[in-house]
């Protein structure tokens, strides 16, 4: 068949229990998937040490009866072809588990602190925890593709296109509190109109905009 799907996922969602409940649905049905398993060493302050007591990730696809690979998730090269060619396999109905080892530069929200958490030095390999857009750059430099003008207006695009759509999300007005109520069931039930009555009153009575939180 022509389609497959890819499904990502972090390394602190390998813990819940629907990952594993798709992943045997996937292997008993030959589902057409991709599990893409972005390992960024953290689930928010968890480490993967604490994550799983397996050794990879990838090896988990072996219980549920198909592939698990491992790939340099900072080498765009290596992740294209290897997404590639499972997205190929899944195609045949052989789903794949893809480990993209990778790590989290920053913050995982603007409410994170991971100096409380994460040590300055940690005992990853350089392929690993380095910028993977420096490595890329300089792989491009060396190969003769980009030079100083196309690496600048690469940036220059990057952050135009940023720009803009901060731009634009910063213009959409606040939603209507009442749209929370309208796309839950094709027919609304009572319990819904009585939540709705029991917001707006309560709106009515505090402004959300003055609470601290
Ligand atoms: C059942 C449940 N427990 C806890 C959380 C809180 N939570 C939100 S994101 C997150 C960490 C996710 O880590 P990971 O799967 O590694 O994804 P990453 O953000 O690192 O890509 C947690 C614990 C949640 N959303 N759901
Ligand atoms: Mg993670």
Known sequence: DEHAVVAYLGDGATSEGDFHEAMNFAGVFDAPVVFLCENNNWAISLPRERQTASDSIAQKAEAYGFEGVQVDGNDPVAVYETVGGALADAREGNPVLVESL????GAHTTSDDPERYRPAEEDLPEWRTADPLERFETYLREQGVVDDVFVAECRADAEA???????????VDAPDADDVFD?????RTPRVDD????????????????REF
């Open 195 to 210: 939540q709705q009555r029991w917001l707006t009153s309560y709106l009515e009575r505090h402004d959300p905009q003055q």
């Open 183 to 187: 796309y839950v069931y094709a027919e």
């Open 161 to 171: 296109e940023l720009d803009a759509a901060i731009e634009a999300a910063e213009a």
């Open 102 to 105: 990778t790590y989290r530069q």
